[in-house]
């Protein structure tokens, strides 16, 4: 049975010019979840304190709609008995994933750069020849992510994640530098990444580098998972 970890931030503090809290982006986590357990996957949640808040924004009926909103409000679904035994990442270290993927929300931004047992889960899932992953926000878990070797896991890869384009849609810039956080595409520049920009910040968007599978949004989160199968795969035969 294929192993995934889905890692989340644990970032939940107000964060928004209405107050509202920034943390895990339901729809990235919720709908790979989905996409998993229709394989059959064995799915863990992990944060790198084991605690986790969901965006408020993206609890928004724009945002989550239909079956993933069924899920979400029924407190009985599998998904949400699942997130409600996440692990701390410590506890993880020394299991063996075969997929290793970072769900974003602007959370992620602020706790992925410094995650560092969550980090050495990555390294070793991508050095044990599996695959890693990442939507929106999630591609700040590559800030300050060496391999054994020292060397950054994206560097000389191609890598997307969410648009500067799309944090200025959302008047956001200002609250990200004042924090001196890194945007998605700074990370690429500074671990020596080619970051590929959409032709649109909210188009559905993924960029695949062999077992390196990265997506640029909400709207990316279900192609990104699928393409993740395909690595697997590839990674199988």
């Not at 998904?79 to 692990?87: D, F």
């Not at 750069?113 to 590559?142: M, Q, R, Y």
């Not at 950054?152 to 994640?161: A, S, V, W």
């Not at 993924?206 to 199968?229: C, H, M, W, Y």
Request: aromatic letters at 10%; proline letters at 4%; charged letters at 25%.
């Amino acid at each position: 049975m294929v192993k995934a970890l889905i890692a989340i931030t644990s970032y939940n503090e107000p964060f928004y010019d209405d107050g509202a809290k920034t943390g895990l982006f339901v729809s990235e986590a919720l709908e790979p979840f989905l996409e998993f357990a229709q394989k059959g996957y064995d799915i863990t949640f992990a944060s790198e304190t084991g605690t986790f808040g969901y965006d408020e924004h993206s609890l928004s009926k724009d945002f989550l709609q239909g079956k993933a909103r069924e899920v979400y409000e029924d407190k009985d679904s599998a998904y949400n008995k699942t997130i409600a035994q996440i692990k701390k990442a410590s506890d993880l270290v020394d299991t063996k994933f075969d997929v290793f993927f970072a769900a974003g929300g602007h959370g992620a931004i602020f706790d992925f750069p410094k995650a560092t047992d969550l980090h050495k889960i990555a390294a070793k899932t991508w050095e044990n020849g599996n695959v890693v992953s990442a939507v929106c926000h999630g591609p700040a878990i590559f800030e300050n992510l060496n391999l054994s070797n020292g060397e950054p896991l994206i560097k000389g890869r191609k890598i997307t994640g969410f648009t500067d384009i799309g944090e200025e849609q959302l008047g956001v810039q200002d609250i990200i530098k004042k924090d001196n956080l890194l945007t998605v595409p700074q990370v690429a520049k500074k671990e020596g990444a080619e970051y590929v920009e959409p032709k649109g910040p909210w188009d559905n968007f993924t960029v695949s580098d062999g077992k390196l599978i990265t997506g640029v949004n909400p709207q990316s989160a279900v192609e990104t998972a699928r393409k993740i199968f395909v690595a697997v795969e590839s990674v199988n035969n």
